[in-house]
């Protein structure tokens, strides 16, 4: 969470007829897989949050903060209404003897949270004022990787308006490269460097290489009398070629030459070779 770092990602490409589970759940398990049975905490929105997915996390040794939708099934019913700033908690005893507890935070007067932890126990306050219980501050100084992550690759993005969606995956993937490249770098070298600097630096390095490769490309010289003008010029090579954006001039008779018509040599030089 501290450095936004992107760990894993994965594509959704549709239904899979071979999953089992909810989708949320699927998609936390799968991210998780190298991760379980090592003592790691998730924290998810309501969307993935569930008792199921709960349950498996907890029986491979790995515990779950997320706010939860009011719509679920496994929702108890509490008080119809309370204050603001009242908590209300519910547990449940899973498999294993694993403990799940439930938290209804009532925020404002018409908005209430339901959080639930298998990491947290019992109805503890961390906040005076609010009394806010200890797993919705655990859980409001925790939620925020992925949305920043999005927020710090849209700020230096690399996408440009476009039709098709593997281009729009394939830039998002150079985003969220720069951004780790980045963090990675800072990491190791210890320098503080603006994102900005660092992904433009990073992409003169890249590009350096075939500039280098293109400086040193032999190219034969005008021939005897050849004025070569840097102005746009109608290309004279083909008839009825009226590309007037070109300046380059046929190595052989110095004729103006598009790039469709572009040679080391113009094509009427090259036939006349033949």
Not at 11 to 35: K, Q
Request: with cysteine; net charge positive.
């Amino acid at each position: 969470m501290e450095s936004k770092y992107c760990l894993a990602i994965s594509p959704y490409c549709g239904a899979d007829a071979s999953r089992v589970e909810s989708l949320g759940t699927h998609v936390v398990l799968h991210l998780m897989t190298p991760y379980l049975s090592k003592g790691y905490n998730v924290c998810c929105d309501n969307f993935f949050t569930n008792i199921v997915l709960a349950e498996k996390l907890a029986n491979n040794g790995t515990s779950i903060v997320g706010t939860v939708r009011g719509n679920r099934r496994e929702i108890p019913i509490g008080k119809a209404k309370l204050d603001i700033h009242e908590s209300e908690f519910f547990e449940t005893t899973m498999e294993k003897g694993n403990v799940a507890n439930l938290v209804r935070y009532q925020t404002k007067k018409t908005k209430s949270v339901l959080l639930l932890s298998t990491m947290h126990r019992g109805c503890a306050a961390m906040s005076k004022t609010k009394t806010k219980p200890a797993s919705i501050e655990f859980y409001n100084s925790n939620k925020c990787g992925v949305d920043l992550l999005d927020s710090m690759a849209r700020m230096h993005s690399t996408k440009s308006p476009m039709r098709r969606w593997p281009m729009a995956v394939w830039c998002n993937i150079l985003d969220l490269a720069g951004v780790n490249a980045w963090i990675l770098f800072s990491k190791e070298t210890g320098r503080k460097i603006s994102r900005w600097d660092f992904i433009h630096t990073l992409a003169l390095a890249l590009v350096n290489p075939e500039i280098e490769r293109r400086r040193q490309v032999e190219r034969p010289s005008a021939g005897p009398g050849c004025n070569v003008s840097r102005k746009r010029r109608n290309c004279a090579v083909r008839k009825g070629c009226k590309n007037n954006k070109t300046m380059e001039t046929c190595r052989k008779c110095c004729k103006a030459m598009c790039g469709r018509c572009q040679a080391l040599i113009c094509i009427d030089c090259a036939d006349d070779s033949d």
